[in-house]
């Protein structure tokens, strides 16, 4: 996967930053590089995935009895 951000004519250097930053959201580059910047067995995954939704369901079970989480 390319991304080729070109500077525009009288664009200032923040500017062009934070326009390539954009485009670094968009195309989901850096999530992608972090994902894999270690291995994680297959196993793993599946442990963090259950792991995951099961806050979730947690999370919105919570939410349907009214209980933000706060006191």
Do not use: C, D, P
Request: net charge positive; charged share 40%.
């Amino acid at each position: 996967m390319s991304l080729m951000v070109e500077r525009r004519e009288g664009e200032s250097n923040e500017r062009f930053l934070s326009r390539f930053r954009q485009m670094m959201q968009r195309t989901g580059i850096l999530r992608e590089v972090k994902r894999r910047r270690h291995f994680v067995s297959k196993s793993e995954a599946r442990r963090r995935a259950y792991a995951k939704a099961r806050q979730r369901a947690r999370r919105n079970a919570a939410r349907a009895q009214g209980n933000s989480g706060y006191r």
